[in-house]
């Protein structure tokens, strides 16, 4: 049993993991930007506040065997992708040093790198950069996109399948996304917890499959039962539309880490295996329990 820091708690990934960090009877601190009902985060100790101005959360890391550190801004101007993910970080990094802090898991993503022209991928290679730096006992997952129940990825395709009267394909369709079920990825943070053969690494993980984009969309039409005409959008073309669209406060499940044209796989389809020794959950299982979830939101 540990004493948990919890970064981005009522983010996607933080709503499957609290549950779980509980049941393993794990005590969990949670820090969360904006007011939160108090039943959401039920049986933990709740800090608002944000990455950058840590003064009224900073107790709370004190006494903290492990910090799981999932807050990012995945859209946003170049400053403040940087600010949050990369200036954030380094601010947690030195928190936790202060503190003590025994372990720093960080949920990183698959597009991190050394590049500038992609603010995203260039500031979550930062904040690794920070982490690997620290004297902190560290373990940083590099994810591909992660999907479940509540995600924006796949259930922005079904809303897209079900509102818009076409089926937008980036690009030529071919980039690969070796998706991840966000049961799995709790299922690692919990062994990463729990032992120590973890230490100080950075792996890349991801799904059993490496799908095409299109074949992800053909894939929802399908278990939808909905036939409708696709329609394929340069990048470029795209990025603008999104910026349009959302400047006029139109939400689309876009962001530019999918726009890349690089693909969104790990090294092996048996990361997971090979490293955690459990097999992970297939797509098309993934896929029926997000359009379980969006059924039941319509009801």
């Not at 009902?37 to 800090?47: F, G, H, I, M, R």
């Not at 100080?200 to 005409?229: D, N």
């Not at 669209?245 to 044209?261: D, I, M, N, Q, Y």
Request: with cysteine.
């Amino acid at each position: 049993m540990a004493q948990v820091f919890v970064t981005g708690a009522t983010g996607f990934v933080g709503r499957h993991l609290l549950p779980a960090l509980l049941h393993a009877q794990h005590r969990v601190r949670c820090l969360v930007r904006k007011p939160v009902n108090a039943e959401t985060l039920q049986d933990c100790s709740v800090y608002q506040g944000d990455l950058l101005h840590p003064q009224p959360w900073e107790p709370a890391i004190m006494g903290a065997d492990t910090v799981i550190h999932l807050a990012s801004v995945h859209r946003g101007t170049p400053e403040l992708l940087h600010r949050t993910n990369a200036e954030g970080t380094a601010t947690l990094v030195a928190l936790a040093e202060r503190a003590g802090v025994h372990r720093l898991i960080y949920l990183s993503t698959l597009t991190a790198a050394p590049t500038p022209q992609w603010p995203y991928a260039y500031s979550a290679w930062l904040a690794e950069e920070a982490i690997q730096k620290s004297s902190l006992d560290y373990t940083i997952l590099r994810c591909s996109v992660i999907v479940g129940p509540g995600d924006p990825f796949l259930g922005g395709m079904i809303r897209i399948a079900r509102s818009w009267p076409v089926v937008p394909i980036i690009g030529n369709g071919q980039t690969r996304f070796q998706v991840l079920d966000v049961r799995d990825v709790v299922r690692c943070v919990l062994q990463i917890i729990a032992e120590g053969r973890f230490s100080r690494k950075l792996l890349s993980i991801g799904g059993p499959e490496a799908l095409r984009y299109e074949e992800i969309v053909e894939r929802v039409l399908a278990a939808l039962g909905v036939r409708k005409p696709k329609v394929r959008v340069p990048r470029r073309l795209m990025r603008w539309l999104v910026n349009r669209l959302e400047g006029w406060g139109v939400r689309t499940p876009f962001v530019p880490a999918h726009f890349l044209s690089r693909d969104h796989c790990a090294a092996s389809l048996d990361v997971i295996q090979e490293h955690f020794r459990f097999s992970p959950t297939r797509f098309d299982d993934t896929l029926r329990a997000v359009c379980t979830s969006a059924d039941d939101l319509l009801l």
